[in-house]
């Protein structure tokens, strides 16, 4: 997700001025032609906002004049006449669509905003009519009825399989007038959804807090305060001025560093209210999400909106998700507590006269592993500025899965900051995959840090393989002065998180587009990203990347060993502020209103039915949750980060048996997770690398929240 050359401001700009508009005539829309970039990375810097309008409707003909060639099909329906030719129907709609997801989210602009109004409508609306073809669903059913009998491969049966429930699930068995009511609703969904994300951007973006009072920042590190005068600069506010943000960059160093308790309430209130207010106010927009996805689930056929998202995935009900997480809960409310206790004892050891409240929580924590483990995080985050910890998960992908990274210089880029890299086979030179990062939080990016891609991959009908292209993007501290960008333990376990998405994109083998890399049932896709957050600290791997960034010194052992001691501590808070933020999300799924929800209430049911610490809240609050509401992505799907984690911590214990770096279990799970996609059923995966099916144990235990206990070791990998 990123580009080079000439961001689209800048390309916007030369298109308005009087030297461009004399080339107009000249200009050729990128999208409509074939790429002769390197590897046909999108060619970013020749790409103006004219060209994403007049791009998607010709690709949403051209998918149109496709899919009516299948059925318009005489021949009987083959999986090659049927399937393949649909997953293969529409390339230009592939690229423009891919570009434009992907700049609207990581540079985004005025622009892009009004253009998105448009283009996700009309997309929308495009990929309805199609699911609901009822000569296009006829194909499909043929083949699902006789799939038996066809001599279909395994990951043509699940294709088939797959579609088959897909169309299902979009109303491809509705009468004319209910597939009418099912696009009018999908529609009024996607509108919702922008003018969800759309409030969120501005509300975040809108707040700021001005210190003018240096004494204000004690305990702050200084280059979080060299990064706030900066943005005090760029705001005009001149010298003895900072500005503290809503960015996690900005927001996490405050709550946790800052000395000064009024300014740690004042951010944690801010942010914990973001969107709640005009002209911003997301409240009144989930009030009509919720009721629309009601809707929606009632057209298809089930009791609500929950039921409808989770039956396709391996958790298969909300009951069955919400069994996990209570398991989770409890242990970890119980933590929590400890915690807390913990935190207060200290705070009166301090003489700080204060009672533990939830913006305290950061504070006191820090405190607490500081005083316990005599592990300063500060100290710690020398040794991780942003090029080291990428140079570790670089050194981890070819220790594991044979695999070298190479900067491509001269390669688009969507922006200046992104680097871009040649992923080939690091012993044949083969080309594999390019992957590009984009690691700086900015005004135009929203919040949070996610994988994608440019371009996915598939195997062509000669038997060659189109490779994919992947990006990684975060938000974290720019470089300030002399200082580079330094990671926190967490945004360290963040960045070997997004690139393990990354390998899962980048590494798939599956034949078939609509099976490759990530496109897998959603509560199995976070099992390749969290897996790899366990090599983040790892000694063996730690030693080989974290380099103090100014002294070149390889973290110590001594610092090694405390990194280890304080691995689980505030593992309550992480905990229970995950779980609960997944277990508000399924009683959303749960809801069925025929009017006006009040948000905010619900929000505060579920909370006093769950038993919420009075010191934290959910991880994150309704109107900033755009996982489950900024798209139906996440949607009743959030527990989905802590189901995988069941999958992860098991099979991570397997290669803590073997050894980290151990080959057999490497070329196991690359064969049998990373390169298979969504073409075999993913417990079947799961079992093929680990041997058996998991349980919570290995959670609760590598979150510190139950014994350690001896692993069994009769649980081989497979290949």
Known sequence: MKKQLLTLATVAVLAAGSPAAAQQDMHKNPFLEPYTTPYQIPPFGEITYGDYMPALKQGLAEFE??????VDNP????????VLAFDNASPTLD??????AALEESNSSPEMIAIAEEFYPLYSQAQDKVMMNDGLFRRFKYLYDHRAELGL?????????????????AGALLDQAQKEELMALNTELTNLYLAFNKNLLNATNSFSIVIDDASRLAGLPANVVGVAAEEAASRGLGEGKWVFTLH????????QYADDRDLRREMYEGYTTQATKDPYNNLPVISKILQVRAKKAHLLGFKDYGSYMTDNVMAKTVDNAENLLMQIWKPAVERVHQEVAEMQALADRRGDKITIAPYDYY???EKVRADKYNLDENEVRGYFAVDSVRNGIFNMAERLYGVKFTEMPDAPRYFDEVTVYDVTDAKTGEHIAVFMTDYFTRASKRQGAWMSEFKGSWTEPDGTSSRPIVFNVGNFTRPSGDTPSLLSIDEVETMFHEFGHGLHGMLTRARYKSQSGTNVDRDFVELPSQIHEHWAFEPELLRTYAHHYQTGETIPDELIARLEAAANHNQGFTTAELAGAALLDLRYGRLNPDGEVDVEAFEAQVAKDLGMPAELTFRYRSPYFKHIFGSDGYASGYYTYLWAEVLDADGFELFKEKGIFDPATAAAFKHNVLEQGGSVDPM?????FRGAEPSVDALLRNRGLKDQKTPDVNRPAKD
């Open 65 to 70: 004049a496709n899919v009516k060639a299948i």
């Open 75 to 82: 021949e009987t329906p083959t999986f090659d006449n049927t």
């Open 95 to 100: 690229k423009v669509v891919l570009v434009f």
């Open 153 to 169: 491969a395994p990951d043509q049966l699940r294709a088939v399989e797959t579609y088959y429930k897909n169309f299902t699930r």
């Open 248 to 255: 996690a960059p900005s927001r996490l160093p405050v709550l």
């Open 363 to 365: 504070y006191y924590a």
């Open 684 to 688: 079947t995966l799961y079992i093929n």
